[in-house]
C-alpha cells in the first residue's frame, strides 16, 4: 500500500507533518479527518524501505471463513474488537495471520471496520463495501453470512467447472504419454528390423516410422515450444476452452454476476455501485460498467441490459423484477436459470467427452499396432 505525505492542522491548530499508510490520497484524507486532522495537502510519497511486504489478496476460501466465523462471533455477542481477536489468535495459516493482527490494531484504534478491511488490501471491494453497508444499516451479521453464501456459490461453481475438465486432460495426458513412449522407445527398435527386410512397407508403417524420426529429431524442441507456449498463456491470463465448454462458463460467469449483484442490493448497496463491484467477477468486465454507466445516466436496468447484449429471456425477467419492486428476487431468478442451465450442459458434455477420448486413445495405439503389424504379417506370407 504506498505512502502519502501530508500536512495540515491537529485539533489545537498546530501545524502538522507526516506521512500516513493508504490505498489512495481519498483514503489518507478520511484517515486523517478520522484523527482530527485538518488536511491542507496530500502527496504520494516514495515507497519506505525495510517495511513488511504488501499483503495479498486472500484466497476465496479465506473470505468465506473469515466471513462465517467473524459473523458467528458476533452473533454470540461478542464484540467486534473481541471477535477480531480470537480471531488472530486462532489463526495459524501465514496469509491470514498477519491480516487479522492488523485488523484488531486498526479496529482497536478507533478506525471503522469496512474502511480496516478496505485499506488491509487482503479483501475484495465487494467485501469491504458489503461491511460498509451493513455498519451503517446495523446488519453487519446478516450481511457477512450473505457474502458467505454468495463467495461459497462462486467457489462451488469454480470447482464444478475443474472437475468436469479434469477427466479429458487426464485422458489427454495418457493418451499422449502412451503415444509418445512408444513413438521414442517402440517403433526405432523395431525399424531397424523393418530396414533388414529390403521390402517396400506398408503406408501406415511408412508413416509411424517418419513421425518416429521427426519426434526423436525435434521432440526436444516441441516441449520446449509447448513449456514457453504455457508460461506466455498464464502470464497473459489466455485460457483454451474445449469444445462445448464456452457456453457453460458464460452461463456460470452470468449467474455468478448476477447473484452477487442480487446479494449487493439487498445489502443496500445503489445498483450503480453494484455493477460496477460485480463487474470484476465476470471475463467480459466492460459490457457491466457499459451497463453501469447507462444506468447512471437514467436508462431502466433491464434496457441497460439490453443493450449490452443480455439474452432477451434474461432482459424479460429483470424488466418484470423492476417494473413489481424486487429487482434483487427477479436477479436471483436469473442466476438460478443460469446455473441450471450450465449444469445441465455441463452434464451432457462430461457424458460425450468420456467415450470420444476413449475412442481417440484406441485410435492412436490401433494405428501404431497396425502399422507394426502389418509388415510382420507380410513377412510371414513371404516366408511360406
Same mark, same amino acid.
Given at each position: 500500500? #504506498?505512502?502519502?505525505?501530508?500536512?495540515?492542522?491537529?485539533?489545537?491548530?498546530?501545524?502538522?507533518? !507526516?506521512?500516513?499508510?493508504? $490505498?489512495?490520497?481519498?483514503?489518507?484524507?478520511?484517515?486523517? =479527518?478520522?484523527?482530527?486532522?485538518?488536511?491542507?495537502?496530500?502527496?504520494?510519497?516514495?515507497?519506505?524501505? !525495510? @517495511?513488511?511486504?504488501?499483503?495479498?489478496?486472500?484466497?476465496?476460501?479465506?473470505?468465506? %471463513?473469515?466471513?462465517?466465523?467473524?459473523?458467528?462471533?458476533?452473533?454470540?455477542?461478542?464484540?467486534?474488537?473481541?471477535?477480531?481477536?480470537?480471531?488472530?489468535?486462532?489463526?495459524?495459516?501465514?496469509?491470514?495471520?498477519?491480516?487479522?493482527?492488523?485488523?484488531?490494531?486498526?479496529?482497536? $484504534?478507533?478506525?471503522?471496520?469496512? =474502511?480496516?478491511?478496505?485499506?488491509? $488490501?487482503?479483501?475484495?471491494?465487494?467485501?469491504?463495501?458489503?461491511?460498509?453497508?451493513?455498519?451503517?444499516?446495523?446488519?453487519?451479521?446478516?450481511?457477512?453470512?450473505?457474502?458467505?453464501?454468495?463467495?461459497?456459490?462462486?467457489?462451488?461453481?469454480?470447482?464444478?467447472?475443474?472437475?468436469?475438465?479434469?477427466?479429458? *486432460?487426464?485422458?489427454? +495426458?495418457?493418451? +499422449?504419454?502412451?503415444?509418445?513412449?512408444?513413438?521414442?522407445?517402440?517403433?526405432?527398435?523395431?525399424?531397424?528390423?523393418?530396414?533388414?527386410?529390403?521390402?517396400?512397407?506398408?503406408? #501406415?508403417?511408412?508413416?509411424?516410422?517418419?513421425?518416429?524420426?521427426?519426434?526423436?529429431?525435434? &521432440?526436444?524442441?516441441?516441449?520446449?515450444?509447448?513449456?514457453?507456449? %504455457?508460461?506466455?498463456? @498464464?502470464?497473459?491470463?489466455?485460457?483454451? /476452452?474445449? #469444445?462445448?465448454?464456452?457456453?457453460?462458463?458464460?452461463?456460470?460467469?452470468?449467474?455468478? +454476476?448476477?447473484?452477487?449483484? /442480487? =446479494?449487493?442490493?439487498?445489502?443496500? *448497496?445503489?445498483?450503480?455501485?453494484?455493477?460496477?463491484?460485480?463487474?470484476?467477477?465476470?471475463?467480459?468486465?466492460?459490457?457491466?460498467?457499459?451497463?453501469?454507466?447507462?444506468?447512471?445516466? $437514467?436508462?431502466?436496468?433491464?434496457?441497460?441490459?439490453?443493450?449490452? !447484449?443480455?439474452?432477451?429471456?434474461?432482459?424479460?425477467?429483470?424488466?418484470? &423484477?423492476?417494473?413489481?419492486?424486487?429487482?434483487?428476487?427477479?436477479?436471483?431468478?436469473?442466476?438460478?436459470?443460469?446455473?441450471?442451465?450450465?449444469?445441465?450442459?455441463?452434464?451432457?458434455?462430461?457424458?460425450?467427452?468420456? #467415450?470420444?477420448?476413449?475412442?481417440?486413445? !484406441?485410435? /492412436?495405439?490401433? %494405428?501404431?499396432?497396425?502399422?507394426?503389424?502389418?509388415?510382420? %504379417?507380410?513377412?510371414?506370407?513371404?516366408?511360406?
Amino acid at each position: 500500500m #504506498p505512502y502519502f505525505n501530508y500536512s495540515g492542522y491537529d485539533a489545537k491548530g498546530k501545524n502538522t507533518k !507526516g506521512t500516513i499508510e493508504a $490505498g489512495s490520497s481519498i483514503q489518507a484524507v478520511d484517515r486523517l =479527518t478520522e484523527r482530527g486532522i485538518v488536511v491542507v495537502d496530500v502527496k504520494l510519497a516514495e515507497e519506505k524501505k !525495510g @517495511k513488511a511486504a504488501k499483503i495479498k489478496l486472500l484466497p476465496l476460501e479465506q473470505h468465506i %471463513f473469515f466471513c462465517r466465523s467473524l459473523a458467528s462471533y458476533l452473533k454470540s455477542g461478542l464484540p467486534l474488537a473481541d471477535s477480531l481477536r480470537i480471531m488472530s489468535k486462532q489463526a495459524r495459516d501465514k496469509m491470514m495471520k498477519p491480516v487479522m493482527e492488523k485488523l484488531l490494531a486498526e479496529v482497536e $484504534g478507533g478506525r471503522k471496520f469496512h =474502511t480496516a478491511l478496505a485499506e488491509s $488490501g487482503a479483501f475484495r471491494e465487494s467485501l469491504w463495501r458489503v461491511a460498509e453497508s451493513g455498519e451503517q444499516s446495523g446488519t453487519l451479521i446478516s450481511v457477512l453470512g450473505e457474502a458467505a453464501d454468495e463467495m461459497k456459490l462462486e467457489d462451488d461453481l469454480r470447482r464444478k467447472i475443474r472437475g468436469a475438465m479434469t477427466y479429458p *486432460i487426464v485422458m489427454a +495426458v495418457v493418451g +499422449v504419454g502412451v503415444v509418445v513412449f512408444m513413438l521414442t522407445y517402440v517403433v526405432p527398435k523395431i525399424s531397424d528390423l523393418f530396414e533388414d527386410m529390403h521390402q517396400t512397407l506398408p503406408l #501406415p508403417t511408412r508413416i509411424l516410422i517418419a513421425s518416429s524420426e521427426f519426434l526423436a529429431n525435434y &521432440g526436444m524442441w516441441i516441449l520446449v515450444a509447448l513449456l514457453l507456449g %504455457f508460461l506466455y498463456m @498464464k502470464h497473459k491470463k489466455i485460457s483454451i /476452452s474445449f #469444445p462445448g465448454m464456452k457456453g457453460i462458463r458464460d452461463q456460470l460467469n452470468l449467474a455468478l +454476476v448476477m447473484s452477487h449483484i /442480487s =446479494t449487493l442490493i439487498k445489502s443496500g *448497496i445503489p445498483l450503480v455501485s453494484a455493477l460496477k463491484m460485480a463487474s470484476s467477477m465476470d471475463v467480459y468486465k466492460q459490457r457491466w460498467l457499459d451497463a453501469a454507466e447507462m444506468v447512471k445516466a $437514467g436508462h431502466k436496468f433491464d434496457r441497460a441490459l439490453e443493450r449490452i !447484449g443480455m439474452p432477451e429471456e434474461t432482459v424479460a425477467v429483470v424488466r418484470v &423484477g423492476e417494473m413489481g419492486g424486487d429487482l434483487s428476487g427477479a436477479l436471483t431468478n436469473v442466476s438460478n436459470q443460469c446455473r441450471e442451465f450450465a449444469q445441465s450442459r455441463m452434464e451432457k458434455v462430461s457424458t460425450l467427452i468420456e #467415450p470420444i477420448m476413449v475412442m481417440s486413445l !484406441g485410435i /492412436s495405439v490401433g %494405428f501404431i499396432v497396425l502399422a507394426i503389424l502389418t509388415p510382420v %504379417f507380410n513377412l510371414a506370407g513371404i516366408v511360406r
